[in-house]
């Protein structure tokens, strides 16, 4: 196996990362003859035979069955356009967010989300044919009261949470927040303190500065054991 770059080297797309036909393909790589190319601007990343590209920058394209934290953008008769990042907008139908039949006539949308609420959802259809559509009828789903949202981008959500959600687990052990991660980037944070959700934002601000570095589970533990990110 050949390995052409270092771990972490900074590549373009059509770059050759490696040529062989025994490496695994995780993502931001695709394979052409026994020559694997990097599809992205990005970290290259080599890990136990898998090859991996994380791109530096991106928008969100939506996947059915990813959560999203969305905001409503507006409250239309029957349903509501919520803004979920990148390039589309979110239609959640009242059918969609409500157990109970709505009559558009007795009923009014905004007595059930606002403009500029946050809510947590389920993508349940996109074809990039027409924009995604969301849920929120399922458990642990709706609207998101108090708290603070912040944003990172869409290709760490998965360092952010970690493998079996261990990454935002150990978050949320050790500052005694709430945390809901949407696949979309954004992420909503609320603790019984100013400093615990403060503490929680400086970790997940970390994780995504310095996820392509070794061991970094056990280093933003040790920070937050001492609730220190200098």
């Not at 924009?131 to 009828?137: A, E, G, R, S």
Request: charged fraction near 30%; hydrophobic fraction near 40%.
């Amino acid at each position: 196996m050949t390995i052409l770059l270092e771990k972490n080297e900074i590549v373009v797309p059509g770059q050759v990362v490696a040529e062989d036909e025994d490496y695994r393909i995780e993502s931001g790589v695709y394979r052409d003859g026994n020559r694997y190319i990097s599809q992205y601007v990005g970290v290259f990343m080599e890990r136990k035979g898998s090859l991996l590209v994380r791109p530096l920058s991106g928008n969100y394209l939506p996947k059915v069955g990813d959560i999203v934290i969305g905001i409503v953008e507006d409250a239309l008769l029957t349903s509501w356009k919520v803004q979920v990042g990148g390039p589309y907008v979110g239609i959640l139908l009242a059918s969609n967010a409500t157990d109970r039949d709505f009559d558009p006539i007795k009923g009014d949308t905004r007595k059930i989300f606002a403009a500029g609420d946050a809510i947590k959802a389920e993508i349940v259809s996109f074809d990039r044919t027409r924009d995604p559509q969301l849920t929120t009828k399922k458990r642990g789903l709706g609207k998101l009261v108090g708290g603070r949202l912040i944003d990172v981008s869409p290709n760490y959500i998965k360092r952010v949470i970690g493998r079996k959600g261990s990454m935002v687990n150990l978050i949320k052990k050790h500052t005694n927040c709430d945390i809901v991660v949407g696949y979309n980037g954004r992420i909503w944070i609320s603790g019984k303190s100013v400093e615990d959700e403060l503490l929680a934002i400086s970790a997940i601000r970390r994780v995504e500065q310095e996820s392509h570095v070794d061991g970094l589970t056990k280093r933003i533990e040790q920070m937050l054991v001492n609730r220190t990110f200098e």
